[in-house]
């Protein structure tokens, strides 16, 4: 008698996916989680052949951020995107592992301010100071400052001037 004896086979596999590839099709067997997965299945020989596979899952990374900008400067770039307003924005970016990274934005818009002011005064309170200019004649102004959210606050005055009055008067008396 020869009696030969075909050995079963045994093999290992390890593979490394993103979350988001999940469910990973392995062997006919739907995988859903990370884990270590077996198959049998029938080599060459008609013999029994074990794989064993160790499933790796990378996760896909999220992550938020809140921005507060000013009116002025929009619009906002931020990955690849041109924002032109308040409001919440998503990005998908491929993380160090090679899988999805999706970052959320809540973008705040400060409203730059404006306001007018209208002040007349007397020609003899000429100059006048306002916001650091002396002004020397009536008209129309503008200032910029920073409001305090930072950003820009737009002042106009308009400055009237009223002259100043002179008369002559003539008086004749009796001694």
């Known amino acids: ?6 050995p079963n086979v045994s093999s290992t596999q390890t593979i490394t996916i993103c979350q988001g590839t999940l469910p990973y099709s392995w062997n006919s067997q739907s995988l859903t989680a990370a884990g270590t997965y077996q198959a049998t299945l029938q080599n060459v020989n008609g013999c029994d052949s074990t794989v064993t596979l160790t499933l790796n899952v990378n996760p896909n990374v999220t ?5 507060t900008i000013c009116q002025g400067a929009l619009p906002y770039s931020w990955n690849s995107q041109s924002l032109t307003a308040a409001g919440t924005y998503q990005a998908t970016l491929i993380n160090v592992n090679g899988c999805d990274s ?9 409203p730059n301010v404006t306001s007018t002011q209208n002040i007349t005064i007397c020609q003899g309170a000429l100059p006048y100071s306002w916001n650091g200019q002396s002004l020397a004649a009536a008209g129309t102004y503008q200032a910029t400052l920073i ?4 950003c ?18 003539t008086i004749t008396i009796c001694q």
């Open 152 to 169: 820009d606050s737009t002042v106009t005055l308009t400055l009237n001037v009223n002259p100043n009055v002179t008369s002559t008067q």
């Open 63 to 67: 992550s938020t951020q809140n921005i």
């Open 102 to 110: 999706t970052i959320t934005l809540t973008l705040n818009v400060n």
């Open 147 to 150: 409001n305090v959210n930072g």
């Open 1 to 6: 008698l020869y009696l030969n004896v075909n």
